[in-house]
């Protein structure tokens, strides 16, 4: 009924910058929140920033400053524009949303496949 699909994610050096994008399709009637998490071998799924439908903001202390989550509610789409990037932000990178689907009353969460951001040093 619904997929989010992922895009921008690749290899950098240290310092350099990524956008990531996440597209959400399907019978949608609206969407709440939506966010990036990123998951590094061998440690559990994070939260790295998340987007209220009105444009509330908050990320992770490690990434305060140095990446900004954008959202185009026309379009369904969220953004995670990534500067100043360090190996340790080196994980495979998860869009999630908060949708509801046309003609059901509930909000369900719905994930994309994942991204892989490679930062070299």
């Known amino acids: 009924q619904v997929q989010l699909v992922e895009s921008g994610g690749g290899l950098v050096q240290a310092g350099g910058s990524l956008s990531l994008s996440c597209a959400a399709s399907?019978?949608?009637?609206?969407?709440?929140?939506m966010a990036w998490y990123r998951q590094a071998p061998g440690k559990q799924r994070d939260l790295v920033g998340a987007?209220?439908?009105?444009?509330?903001?908050n990320y992770a202390d490690s990434v305060k400053g140095r990446f900004t989550i954008s959202r185009d509610n026309a379009k369904n789409t969220v953004y995670l524009q990534m500067n100043s990037l360090k190996p340790e932000d080196t994980a495979v990178y998860y869009c999630?949303?908060?949708?509801?689907?046309?003609?059901?009353?509930?909000?369900?969460?719905?994930w994309g496949q994942g991204t892989q951001v490679t930062v070299s040093s």
């Open positions: 399907g019978i949608i009637s609206s969407i709440n929140s």
């Open positions: 999630y949303a908060e949708v509801r689907v046309t003609f059901t009353p509930r909000y369900k969460p719905y």
């Open positions: 987007i209220t439908s009105g444009g509330s903001t």
